[in-house]
């Protein structure tokens, strides 16, 4: 999925949602993984104008995510054993 911004939005809003949908993803038992990097390479160019009218994005954006969902092939049985007895509270 592609989350991104008109220019009359806010810039953190494609990262807001782009956020709730991995929690969305996780919550059905999917992995998630956050693409940042991406989104340069279909801001310009023509092969990126025919890119965004195929898929119907409207808007060139300077900020946007994509978020990869999909089943893991790997099943943790246990996790990490931390202690907390070196943490201290700052007053």
Same mark, same amino acid.
């Given at each position: =999925?592609?989350?991104?911004g008109?220019?009359? /939005?806010?810039?953190?809003?494609p990262? %807001? /949602?782009?956020?709730? &949908? =991995?929690?969305?993803g996780?919550?059905?038992?999917?992995?998630?993984? =956050?693409?940042?990097?991406?989104?340069?390479?279909?801001?310009?160019?023509?092969?990126?104008?025919?890119? +965004?009218?195929?898929?119907?994005?409207?808007?060139?954006?300077?900020?946007?995510?994509? %978020?990869?969902?999909?089943?893991?092939?790997?099943?943790?049985?246990?996790?990490?054993? +931390?202690?907390? &007895?070196?943490?201290? +509270?700052? +007053?």
């Amino acid at each position: =999925m592609f989350f991104y911004g008109s220019p009359y /939005a806010d810039p953190a809003d494609p990262i %807001v /949602a782009a956020t709730y &949908a =991995m929690l969305a993803g996780e919550s059905l038992g999917l992995g998630t993984c =956050m693409l940042g990097a991406v989104h340069p390479f279909i801001q310009n160019g023509k092969k990126t104008r025919i890119f +965004r009218e195929k898929y119907g994005i409207k808007y060139p954006s300077h900020e946007g995510l994509f %978020v990869i969902f999909g089943y893991s092939n790997v099943h943790y049985k246990k996790g990490v054993k +931390r202690t907390f &007895a070196d943490i201290h +509270r700052v +007053r």
